[in-house]
């Protein structure tokens, strides 16, 4: 299986590099040249952000990207992401209805989500919260990348202390639960204009934190990719996905990779955004992954040689 490897576009804010047609067209041209071995996409999550607008607008900003995607005649696998969790809650409330049409009353939980979708006409196959797949051999793992931050909310933060206090164990469901209960709030407050202008003050005072730490600290400043390494060996155990050979993320908006001796190899495919994200824009914005039998190559749009290259051994 070779692969193309797309990460937050986040499509519907005017940060997003892909809103502009050439763009599009100058990726599409590049996955051509580069990837003509590629027989699947992996949309890998914050494809549409649907915190900071309504639904709709983040769905027609899309349409041109989506529109080109079809025209490729690849395979679309698109493993969602925080900023379009959504997503997943409507798949879990549709197969909710289906369970309750036929008497189902049970609640369940699935760890893991793969369904069909047809966005814009375009027929996606839907997963959550992991993609796995094959290449040169090796396991590869896709995933946006969002859990590895752990409990960030405040809310969250006190439900687990409280369950730790009696002795119970914060399990990856328990986890999945509360992160949905958060990301439906801001989901919901993006139809709302007063609430997005007062996150997004929230998110610019947390932004001159970040700098103000950065400045200061900045001899303590390590690559996003190697700091994350614990989180996503945590993840994969957590996950109880067995043996991993290359782990595939994105949500930081920061390229890079790293591997520790007898460990995955870790790769983040970066973003197509330049959004100041709390505070920092990322150094090095537009990348994409191409992954295939030759190995793994990370691209920035509008260059010629690959920002990074190795195979997988």
């Known amino acids: 299986m070779a692969s193309v490897v797309i990460s937050d576009t986040h499509f519907g804010l005017c940060s997003s590099t892909l809103n502009d047609p050439g763009k599009v067209d100058q990726l599409m041209q590049e996955i051509s ?3 003509n071995a590629c027989d699947e996409v992996v949309l890998l999550g914050d494809i549409f952000d649907f915190w900071r607008v309504r639904p709709e607008k983040a769905v027609r900003d899309a349409r041109y990207f989506l529109k080109r995607l079809a025209d490729m005649d690849l395979k ?8 379009d969790h ?20 049970y609640p369940v939980y699935v760890p893991s989500l793969r369904w069909s979708q047809t966005i814009n006409g375009l027929n996606i196959e839907m997963l959550y919260p992991t993609y796995q797949t094959s290449c040169c051999h090796r396991t590869v793992l896709f995933t946006h990348g969002h859990h590895l931050d752990g409990i960030q909310a405040f809310s969250m933060q006190v439900v687990e202390k409280l369950r730790r ?38 998110w610019k005072v947390s932004g001159l ?3 103000f730490k950065a400045g200061i600290f900045r001899g ?32 930081t908006h920061r390229a890079g990779i790293y591997q520790r001796r ?16 709390k505070g920092s824009c ?18 920035q749009l509008g260059r010629t040689e690959p920002l990074y290259l190795c195979e997988l051994l």
């Open 220 to 251: 303590q400043r390590f690559l996003p990719v190697k700091r994350q390494y614990e989180s996503i060996l945590k993840f994969l155990r957590d996950q109880n996905l067995g043996k991993v050979d290359c782990f595939v993320y994105g949500d």
């Open 86 to 105: 959504h997503l997943v809650v409507q798949n879990q409330e549709d197969e909710f209805m289906e369970r309750v049409a036929r008497g189902d009353l």
């Open 209 to 211: 934190l970040q700098w």
């Open 165 to 202: 206090l009696s002795g119970e164990e914060l399990l990856p469901a328990d986890l999945e639960m509360m992160m949905t209960y958060v990301y439906e709030s801001i989901y919901r407050s993006a139809c709302i204009g007063e609430m997005v202008n007062f996150e997004d003050r929230i």
């Open 33 to 35: 040249e580069w990837g």
């Open 262 to 277: 007898g460990g995955p190899l870790a790769v983040n495919a970066g973003s197509f955004t330049r959004e100041q994200e």
């Open 282 to 299: 990322p150094e090095t914005p537009d990348t994409y992954l191409i992954l295939n039998e030759e190995g793994l190559v990370l691209r």
């Open 76 to 83: 679309i696998r698109y493993v969602v992401g925080n900023h």
